[in-house]
T-cell receptor, first 112, second 113 residues
Framework: DAKTTQPPSMDCAEGRAANLPCNHSTISGNEYVYWYRQIHSQGPQYIIH???NNETNEMASLIITEDRKSSTLILPHATLRDTAVYYCIVRVLESNTGKLIFGQGTTLQVKP | NAGVTQTPKFRVLKTGQSMTLLCAQD?????MYWYRQDPGMGLRLIHY???????AKGEVPDGYNVSRLKKQNFLLGLESAAPSQTSVYFC????????????FGQGTRLTVV
């Protein structure tokens, strides 16, 4: 079963920041939070990941709460090309498999 | 870099036919995964492999078999295709460290009629 909960859909105005929330209240202490996105049923594209510290790369920022039970993906200046399904994933450590268990994701619609 | 390559990209099968989907990665990754995605849903794990010669079941393994004879290749087989296996299939690979990303292929769209 997915270990994350996300809102099914969100809208964002082009040029504004998109803030996508995720709850992962059952996350274990050494499990990472990953974010991927999927555009038009293409293969999922990696965005960012983190353990407990906030992370930033050229695509986005990841804010993880101190208790690690939730996180927020921030796209600082959303464009129309950021319209996609965004998946928040906890990478499962059991049996050293590193499985990515997907939930339903959030459909982000960036509007002009 | 090719990354993760899936073959074929599209296929139509008749019920009862068999086929093999090939996933090839050129990144020397130990871990490989097969997922399926049905319309409007997230990806579900079918089978995975943590190294050459080893495979294991995921969330939805029934009706599928896999083999990892070479480190760079992960094969997904359908012995007797059913309409319920109509889906988009994705392969992924990663290094055996949980703080590294997994790379996905572009998918195989399979229709069983």
């Amino acid at each position: 079963d997915a270990k994350t909960t996300q809102p099914p859909s969100m809208d964002c105005a082009e040029g504004r920041a998109a803030n996508l929330p995720c709850n992962h209240s059952t996350i274990s202490g050494n499990e990472y939070v990953y974010w991927y996105r999927q555009i038009h049923s293409q293969g999922p594209q990696y965005i960012i990941h983190g353990l407990k510290n906030n992370e930033t790369n050229e695509m986005a920022s990841l804010i993880i709460t101190e208790d690690r039970k939730s996180s927020t993906l921030i796209l600082p200046h959303a464009t129309l090309r950021d319209t996609a399904v965004y998946y928040c994933i906890v990478r499962v450590l059991e049996s050293n498999t590193g499985k990515l268990i997907f939930g339903q994701g959030t459909t982000l619609q960036v509007k002009p | 870099n090719a990354g993760v390559t899936q073959t074929p990209k599209f296929r139509v099968l008749k019920t009862g036919q068999s086929m093999t989907l090939l996933c090839a990665q050129d990144m020397n990754h130990e871990y490989m995964y097969w997922y399926r995605q049905d319309p409007g849903m997230g990806l579900r794990l079918i089978h995975y492999s943590v190294g050459e010669g080893t495979t294991a079941k995921g969330e939805v393994p029934d009706g599928y078999n896999v083999s990892r004879l070479k480190k760079q290749n992960f094969l997904l087989g359908l012995e007797s295709a059913a309409p319920s296996q109509t889906s988009v299939y994705f392969c992924a690979s990663s290094r055996p460290y949980f703080n590294t990303e997994a790379f996905f292929g572009q998918g195989t769209r399979l229709t069983v009629v």
